[in-house]
T-cell receptor
Framework: GENVEQHPSTLSVQEGDSAVIKCTYSDSASNYFPWYKQELGKRPQLIIDIRSNVGEKKDQRIAVTLNKTAKHFSLHITETQPEDSAVYFCAASLSGGYNKLIFGAGTRLAVHP | DAGITQSPRHKVTETGTPVTLRCHQTENHRYMYWYRQDPGHGLRLIHYSYGVKDTDKGEVSDGYSVSRSKTEDFLLTLESATSSQTSVYFC????????????FGPGTRLTVL
């Protein structure tokens, strides 16, 4: 079946540093790629998304890049802050409609003051 | 947060008993989904619905059934709970059409003893 691989599984940075999380997907028909942030004990919340007709998208300190040829996309967080500490999930849309998503296994980001 | 609630929020049950989890939305979104979240696996799709009485299986549907008798409610049933179904269950909704974004409910923590 289709899958999404996410790396690294854990990431530790100092406050102010940048963090990069990478995902690779297998379904060549995927055209929508959201990123979710999940704080401990809370629901996943969308932080940014990108569609296949766009190569890069930014929202303040967060950016996502997409390389459709290589079938990988990345999340970039600049000037990290302790409140960025959470688990981040990438996802890719699945062919067949109904807005189905397949998720990566998650990256636990720790930002140390 | 989108208008999504889940009940119960926590449940402890014994092996072999039936369990029903409820997802309720006030957004009038067409699509609804049930996921389970386990360490190291991210979010895995159990079942989804694309309209009233219209449902289909996801990647981990064995041992689960669903029903959707009205737009706002999507029920997940474990006919005979097993310890392997101990997990956190999230419901999600999506409006359909070009906007693929899924919004998640607060989750239900289920423990099967």
């Amino acid at each position: 079946g289709e899958n999404v691989e996410q790396h690294p599984s854990t990431l530790s940075v100092q406050e102010g540093d940048s963090a990069v999380i990478k995902c690779t997907y297998s379904d060549s028909a995927s055209n929508y790629f959201p990123w979710y942030k999940q704080e401990l004990g809370k629901r996943p919340q969308l932080i940014i998304d990108i569609r296949s007709n766009v190569g890069e998208k930014k929202d303040q300190r967060i950016a996502v890049t997409l390389n459709k040829t290589a079938k990988h996309f990345s999340l970039h967080i600049t000037e990290t802050q302790p409140e960025d500490s959470a688990v981040y999930f990438c996802a890719a849309s699945l062919s067949g409609g109904y807005n189905k998503l397949i998720f990566g296994a998650g990256t636990r980001l720790a930002v140390h003051p | 947060d989108a208008g999504i609630t889940q009940s119960p929020r926590h449940k402890v049950t014994e092996t072999g008993t039936p369990v029903t989890l409820r997802c309720h939305q006030t957004e009038n979104h067409r699509y609804m989904y049930w996921y389970r979240q386990d360490p190291g696996h991210g979010l895995r799709l159990i079942h989804y619905s694309y309209g009233v009485k219209d449902t289909d299986k996801g990647e981990v549907s064995d041992g689960y059934s669903v029903s959707r008798s009205k737009t706002e409610d999507f029920l997940l049933t474990l006919e005979s709970a097993t310890s392997s179904q101990t997990s956190v269950y999230f419901c999600a909704i999506s409006s359909g059409g070009y906007t693929d974004t899924q919004y998640f409910g607060p989750g239900t923590r289920l423990t099967v003893l």
